[in-house]
């Protein structure tokens, strides 16, 4: 195995060389040998970069699990492994940006920008024999030459200072670890009793909701946000592992209405519940909202593309004639996408819909007195959500949590009704059930002898879909489909087609869009034309478990970027593929 030395003379020599000349770096190093602080430490390199143009080369560094000496109790469980992984790359991170050279053509080392959650990544990986950092390298470059030198620097003395100051033990803030882990085991523990205490989600007093600005997820300045502080008649306690007890609002099962004046708070606690599904860092204000894993944000999607989906529940008798049990769409309406999504969202498991008018369909929501007397029922294709709110909680037992602003309409239906004034929430519900309507045309759904959301047939794909074949650069070289790839957060490229997820509010992090792409690819390599939708998203999500995220990848070694998306994420961008092809 080629050593420091070996690896600085190479890169020497490579000096004004053509950039592909990189290519000799692939293999194994040792870095270095006989430093008492990097005794143990490897660099691998998996991937070279083409050119200096292209994505940056592709190396990951492993040090000797002995050698990093990370607590044996906190990496002795999965979710604590999570926690070392995280806290571990966020430091690889800052010292990446720190010892990185800053000038242009001097090359780069990174590992990524986590956020605010907590999530299972690809960056680091705590295996049972070493600590491995997964890194992105731009390699030094002077126009297309090989800048040799300067990529000694960055490969032999600022990647081992990396690695030595952020994979060993020795090096880390050892009390900021641990109150990360325990942080992170108390959130995932308060989260597992739920469901046994009833609720479906848990807002901390203390909490700040408000973020700085509408594209940040950076929390408002503390001096300047109102802390949260729950209604007494829904306040609840929890003791933590830790030792730790915590009290805040806890957001019964059933039908939750949050209502209130513009600008007071009721889409920012939504907002807040439906990023609780994820664990959170320290200090971000929301560390304390925690939400059932499965509660998932519906909204209208005018234009997306809907595959065979039962939507009748909530449309039917289409004039066009239509067969809305199996209801297919390149371009839904509103009201449409709104069904589609909320039907689709059931049958991927979810026990909690999360919903703002807002960013609803009106129509599909609600129908108002004076509209029923001047349409008629048997002339209006859609029964809108109020209708069935309460037969999908009796029948299916999902809750709902509703953001409205602008109608008393669902007051007939509320279990709990919370105003907010100026962030602060007052339970409601009383005055609320005072002013509902006492001969109300809504379905409680109690007692019912029809069943409105039956079992939906299954949907299985054809062979090899969902795809995209066909279009503009949809294949790449040998006439082979190119493999997907994403786009920032909201959108995944497969072939010719674009898979629109900016409607999907929980996707948190662009690298869960990363592993989406390549879970696409899966899928399709999984379409047998016998295995269901469902059943290709659970094969996923059982290599993910068993595998690691590395199993959605194609490649060996460094699989890129990746963060762990869920179920739901599969689901919805399965289910927004123009290509998908039902049999």
Do not use: C
């Amino acid at each position: 195995m080629p050593d420091r030395s070996a690896l600085e003379h190479t890169l020497t020599t490579l000096d004004g060389r053509g950039y592909a000349g990189y290519k000799q770096l692939r293999g194994t190093h040792e870095l270095p040998p006989g430093d008492a602080e990097t005794t143990g430490l490897r660099l691998l390199v998996d991937h070279v970069q083409v050119d200096p143009y292209a994505p940056p080369s592709l190396m990951r560094v492993q040090l000797d699990r002995d050698a990093a000496d990370l607590p044996e109790d906190l990496t002795a469980d999965a979710r604590g492994r999570t926690a070392v992984a995280d806290f571990l790359t966020r430091r690889v991170a800052e010292a990446a940006r720190r010892l990185s050279p800053g000038r242009p053509g001097d090359g780069s080392i990174s590992i990524g920008r986590p956020g605010q959650q907590v999530l299972e990544r690809t960056s680091v990986v705590i295996g049972a024999q070493h600590v491995e950092a997964r890194l992105h390298v731009a390699l030094p470059a002077a126009g297309r030459r090989i800048r040799g030198r300067a990529a000694a620097r960055l490969l032999t003395e600022a990647l081992p200072q990396i690695a030595a100051s952020t994979l060993r033990h020795a090096a880390l803030d050892a009390a900021a670890l641990r109150r990360h882990v325990t942080l992170h085991r108390d959130q995932q523990h308060l989260r597992d009793q739920l469901a046994g205490a009833g609720l479906v989600a848990f807002v901390a007093d203390g909490a700040v909701l408000p973020r700085r600005a509408g594209d940040s997820d950076l929390p408002l300045d503390s001096s300047a946000a109102t802390p949260f502080r729950s209604p007494d008649s829904l306040r609840v306690s929890f003791d933590l592992p830790s030792g730790v007890q915590v009290t805040g609002m806890g957001i019964p099962e059933g039908i939750t209405v949050i209502i209130g004046g513009g600008y007071h708070g009721k889409s920012t606690l939504l907002r807040a519940v439906e990023r609780g599904v994820h664990p959170h860092v320290g200090d971000d204000g929301r560390e304390w909202v925690v939400t059932r894993p499965d509660a998932v944000a519906i909204r209208a999607e005018d234009g997306r593309a809907v595959t065979g989906v039962d939507i009748s529940p909530f449309i039917g008798d289409l004039p066009s004639g239509t067969d809305t049990r199996r209801f297919s769409t390149t371009n839904a309406s509103g009201s449409t996408s709104q069904a589609a999504s909320l039907v689709e969202a059931v049958q991927a498991q979810a026990d909690v819909l999360l919903i703002d008018e807002d960013t609803s369909a009106t129509n599909f929501m609600i129908r108002d007195e004076r509209m029923r007397r001047l349409i008629p029922a048997d002339r209006e294709p859609i029964t809108p959500f109020v209708e069935r709110i309460r037969p999908l909680h009796a029948e299916q037992g999902v809750s709902t949590i509703l953001v409205a602003g602008g109608s008393g309409a669902f007051f007939d239906v509320a279990d709990h009704v919370i105003a907010l004034d100026s962030y602060v929430p007052t339970d409601v519900t009383e005055q609320a059930k005072a002013l509902a309507e006492p001969t109300s045309s809504v379905d409680s759904g109690e007692g019912a002898t029809e069943t409105l959301f039956a079992a939906a047939s299954p949907r299985v794909p054809e062979p090899g879909s969902p795809r995209s074949d066909s279009g503009p650069g949809a294949r790449g070289r040998g006439g082979r489909p190119k493999p997907a790839r994403a786009r920032g957060r909201a959108v995944i490229q497969q072939g010719g087609d674009d898979v629109d997820l900016s409607a999907v509010s929980q996707l948190m992090d662009p690298l869960q869009t990363a592993a989406l792409a390549h879970a696409l690819d899966r899928a399709a390599e999984l379409a047998d034309g016998r295995r269901t939708v469902a059943e290709i998203v659970e094969e996923l999500l059982h290599r993910m478990d068993t595998q690691g995220l590395d199993s959605l990848s194609p490649h060996q070694g460094h699989p890129g970027a990746l963060a762990r998306p869920r179920r739901h994420e599969l689901h919805a961008a399965l289910n927004r593929h123009r290509g998908l092809r039902l049999r």
